[in-house]
């Protein structure tokens, strides 16, 4: 006697649309550059030690560093950054 065996793939189909990447900032210099940091440590200090040598190399006008130690929590300054910064470097992981 034969027994017929029903096998079910578990594999998804991802439906994601393209999406164009923002446009890049282009040169540096003159410009605000924002930084991020996630609460991590030693985090600032190398958002700090980024920003000091993206001030001396590419001649940042400002790189304001600012903290966001929990990804869930709102921050009030976000809106401040947006027109503040023309860019963003945010400190994701460990």
């Given at each position: 006697?034969?027994?017929?065996?029903?096998?079910?793939?578990?594999?998804?189909?991802?439906?994601?649309?393209?999406?164009?990447?923002?446009?890049?900032?282009?040169?540096?210099?003159?410009?605000?550059?924002?930084?991020?940091?996630?609460?991590?440590?030693?985090?600032?200090?190398l958002l700090a030690r980024?920003?000091?040598?993206?001030?001396?190399?590419h001649g940042l006008a400002?790189?304001?560093?600012?903290?966001?130690?929990?990804?869930t929590e709102p921050a009030?300054?976000?809106?401040?950054?947006?027109?503040?910064?023309?860019?963003?470097?945010?400190?994701?992981?460990?």
């Open positions: 006697m034969r027994s017929k065996v029903a096998l079910l793939v578990p594999e998804g189909r991802v439906r994601a649309l393209p999406v164009a990447p923002p446009p890049r900032m282009g040169e540096l210099r003159g410009k605000v550059v924002g930084f991020l940091h996630n609460g991590k440590p030693n985090a600032d200090f980024l920003a000091d040598l993206l001030r001396e190399k400002g790189a304001p560093i600012r903290s966001k130690p929990r990804v009030e300054f976000i809106d401040e950054m947006a027109a503040q910064c023309q860019g963003v470097v945010n400190a994701l992981g460990d």
